[in-house]
């Protein structure tokens, strides 16, 4: 194969550097070209160019990509990439229309009407439109000051995401209205509550024995999964369990579907752990010795902690009700965590002062013999300093052996032996009698009895008229999923995903389902939950707040900027997670003023259709005095900006890509085509107004503004000597399997044993870095959350099913004019959330939204198929054309999300038509993280005698779609 053509530079550096020593293939010889990163272009050339697909941005398919005469003409699936077998959806295919689309931005725009109207966009240069983005910027934040600015950010790309941290030291605001808080965000949030962040992933390609996917579709669009391999997954498994309230495409083949009723799923969670318990199906080893479950609480107890703060983003003192040393004696300590040891009778401890090495420099773990150690227990096996990749031995205790490749046939880590956990023996129920150190008494109890009590009380013939599931058939289901089929692990983690996240209670979901997880022995086990693929070669987008320079500044470094975070006042967990203000809140404070005014922002790769009432997000983005928006096409959102930047397509960029999930790949983007006219990258867009703000924007102070040749290279240092050696090694032997490229970190199972679970990312391991436990206050898995304990109190400390405000349980008047539960967000095949909605193959086949309607309901409401519909709520009304589906049960309808139609005349493009968030009640929302209520409210339904909404393509025969065929000319 015709390798790809490199700059002279890259080649040099390449050659003079010995792939041996990266532990990487040789680079093969070939001709270069002196334009780096650019595909062939000579006239009659035929290349294939291994890349990564990014037509859906959460998935990272490897695809062959066909040039011909310099243009993309054929994308298929790459066999080489294990985590999608060889396949790639539709969306992908017509990544060839949309690189190609006519109405593609190509030139930097400037506004001349007013907002609110037609925009007339004239183009500008890109020395005029960069100059007017930083003083309109700079005159907001004058004028108002920074928290009057917000960064707006949608899918994730990777080199489109400085929304999401890259512009903060220019901003210097709080505030981030970013698709994260209700797109996996919710899920990250909890689990690093809990566990380590971002742990709700699982390695279901690992193929576990029980496979259970839990609120989702990715067999239909791509998501942290890939299509086929999912449903490989699901089809291999012995059982296959789908949990959702519709049954979906995949969800028919399911061995057990619990249809719960949506936003019940920390009651269905917890009666399933109910089952788990009461059966003896828990994973005592794991529970007694790497979990808080045996730690003792006193509820009388004034809540008190370390005076060290506990690191997440930012420093959190935690107060708990957790027994520790420091209560019983004086001198005692805060870090040390009572227990009831049965076999002595008497009170022990857990030495949790590994937390310290995140916050004093001063201390060595490896000098503390009690650090992470239950009392009498011998001190770990700790980093001996002289690498980390010579053994396997090195990577658990002494003395131990464990296994490898533990299931043949698939990559497998490998995976130490339990540690022995001989020293005591936690009593994990029974109350006992402690004395303070001022002679007080009081009655402990263990956290795991108190679980127990509250799992109880949503046991399956409880909770089935919450959830809707039948007891004998919950019951079933939790007892194939705990039962193990190999007595070493757990049967698997569980797929779960948006649909937990948008009720109003997405934290307690997740706890809920994490911990159902924890309990049968899946924590970082075989397919078990293993959170993100861990190597870092993954951001493009975000150098300026990530880097290592001490001349950059942060609003995370400054306590008074944080305090004016949009949302912190009502969602104090804020506080402790610090990455994005409440979107519903910035979209009010834009309107009203209150508390402050929102004047000013950027948008890229986004919309504000995502999440909060889209009527009040369109208000607040129409009164900004100045926004600028980076996007491949004009769409709602940029037709309300001063200035709109074209970016460049995936076909176009140069990126590595590692496996946002645990799917353990490593790959990348590799530009096949040359950019279409004045088209610029991301992290080049990004660095320019930096520049021109004085500002740093590199990794190194002598060097602040690098070339993207040297970002390349720097973000794929620790895995090769330069970007075009990664390439090259890429386009001739295909995906990296990540558990080979990191054995110690990523190749191991049980890395909570090892010390790499919460190990930072830096050039080298060190003493302070590996360390055995969780990144948790307790460094324990927090069945208990003292994080959640400090800041709501120590009724949130255990999940519980709280059903939100506009809930049938809490608001019945409410439902008895609005009687059907309107669900939203699922997969369509064709689109990724508001996407495509401009390209002829996919229009084709999907041209308008459709709402799913039970036929029963249909007949009872004079609905037929294909009747276009109202859907109503006391806070908007939209159309969408009938679907109707047995899937969905009685009572329910399931909307079609973020429509809006190319078509029509901006600057709305038709959002108003069907855009589902104008039925979102914007007051209300998780009261932990923010994520607002999306799905599950209440609506009203009834036949539109309007029919289609006037002006929109309706069906393939529509001649507009032709003149949105590709355009190979005029490029330039």
Known sequence: MTALKLS????????????????????????????????????????????????????????????????????????????????????????????????????????????????????????????????????????????????????????????????????????????????????????????????????????????????????????????????????????????????????????????????????????MCDVIIKNDLVDWGFVKRWTNAPFLVVADKEPSGPDAPHIFHGPNFIKTTLLTQADLQEGGSPFKYMVWDNTSQSLKWFNATGQLAAVDPTYDPAADPECNCWEGEQPWARYDGEGHKDTWSRRTFAGQEGEANVREGHSQAWMPDPDAFESIDPAMEGQFEVTFKDGSKHTAVPVWQLFAERCDQYAPEKSAEITGCPAEQVTEAALVYGTRKDPRWGNGGILYQLAVEHHGNSIMNCRAIELLTCITGNTDGPGGQRGATKIDVNYMGNFSDQSYSKAIDSPLAHPEIMEKQLGRDTHPLFEWWGLWANANSIWEAGVTGDPYPVKGGVCQSGD??????????????????????????????????????????????????????????????????????????????????????????????????????????????????????????????????????????????????????????????????????????????????TVMETYHGAEDALPDYRPNPDSRERNPELWEEYPVQCLTGRRIPVYFHSEHRQLPWCREVWPVPRVEINPDDAREWGI?????????????????????????????????????????????????????????????????????????????????????????????????????????????
């Not at 005029?128 to 949608?154: C, H, P, R």
């Not at 088209?679 to 740093?696: F, G, H, K, M, S």
């Not at 999300?897 to 078509?903: D, K, Q």
Request: hydrophobic residues 35%; glycine residues 8%.
């Open 8 to 271: 002279r530079r890259s080649f040099i550096k390449a050659a003079a550097v010995t792939s041996a020593a990266m532990g990487m293939g040789g680079v093969a010889g070939t001709a270069f070209a002196e334009e780096p990163y650019t595909a062939a272009n000579s006239a009659g050339e035929v290349r294939r160019i291994r890349s990564c697909c990014r037509g859906c941005g959460k998935m990272e398919c490897g695809v062959w990509v066909t040039v011909e005469n310099g243009r993309a003409v054929k994308i298929e699936g790459d066999e080489s990439a294990p985590h999608t077998m060889g396949s790639c959806c539709n969306k992908s295919v017509a990544s060839l229309q949309a690189c190609y689309h006519p109405d593609r931005l190509a030139y930097p725009m400037k506004r001349t009407q007013p907002k609110g109207e037609d925009p007339g966009w004239v183009r500008i240069s890109w020395e005029e439109a960069l100059d007017s983005i930083v003083e309109g910027i700079n005159q907001v934040k004058a004028k108002y000051g920074g928290e009057s600015l917000f960064t707006m950010g949608g899918t994730g790309r990777i080199w489109c995401m400085s929304p999401y941290a890259g512009y903060g030291s220019w901003f210097m605001t709080p505030n981030t209205s970013v698709a994260w808080q209700v797109c996996k965000g919710p899920r990250h949030f909890s689990s690093a509550l809990t566990s380590e962040y971002n742990h709700s992933w699982s390695a279901s390609v690992e193929r576990p024995p029980v496979f259970t996917i839990w609120a989702s579709t990715p067999e239909g669009s791509n998501y942290d999964e890939a299509g086929r391999s999912v449903v490989d997954e699901a089809m291999q498994a012995d059982t296959f369990i789908s949990v959702d309230p519709r049954t979906t495409n995949l969800g028919k083949e399911s061995d057990i579907h619990l249809a719960l009723r949506g936003g019940t799923d920390t009651a269905l969670a917890l009666a």
């Open 864 to 972: 037929e198929q294909g009747d276009w519909c109202w859907i109503e709520s006391p806070h908007g009304k939209i159309r969408e054309a009938a679907d109707l589906f047995y899937g969905v049960p009685r009572g329910v309808i399931n909307c079609e999300h973020t429509w809006w139609f190319p078509e029509c005349p901006a600057p709305e493009y038709g959002w108003r038509y069907s855009a589902v968030n104008q039925l979102v009640n914007n007051s209300i929302d998780d009261p932990h993280c923010g994520s607002a209520i999306v799905r599950g409210y209440p609506v009203k339904v009834y036949k539109a005698e309007e029919g289609c909404p006037e002006g929109i393509i309706a069906d393939a025969s529509d001649p507009r779609l032709k003149a949105w065929q590709p355009v190979y000319e005029g490029r330039a």
């Open 608 to 785: 504000f259709m995502n999440m909060g009432n889209t009527t009040m997000a369109w208000e607040c983005l129409k009164q900004l005095d100045f926004f600028f928006d980076i996007d491949l096409w004009h769409h709602p959102t940029s037709e309300l900006a001063d200035i709109i930047l074209p970016c460049r397509h995936w076909l176009e960029v140069p990126t590595p890509r590692q496996s946002q999930g645990s799917g353990g790949a490593l790959g990348a983007c590799v530009p096949c085509v040359e950019p279409l006219a004045e088209t610029w990258y991301d992290p080049e867009i990004v660095e320019a107004l930096y520049q021109r703000n004085n500002i740093p924007w590199g990794w190194d102070e002598a060097n602040p503004y690098p070339t993207l040749e040297e970002k390349l290279d720097y973000v794929v240092r620790e895995v090769s000597p330069s970007w075009a050696a990664y390439v090259e090694e890429f386009q001739q032997n295909g995906w990296w399997d990540v558990k080979k490229l990191r054995p110690d970190d990523w190749g191991t199972y049980r890395r909570y044993q090892t010390g790499f679970l919460k190990k930072a990312y830096t050039e080298a391991p060190t003493p302070q870095n590996v360390i055995p436990g969780f990144n948790t206050p307790t460094q324990k898995q927090e069945i208990w959350c």
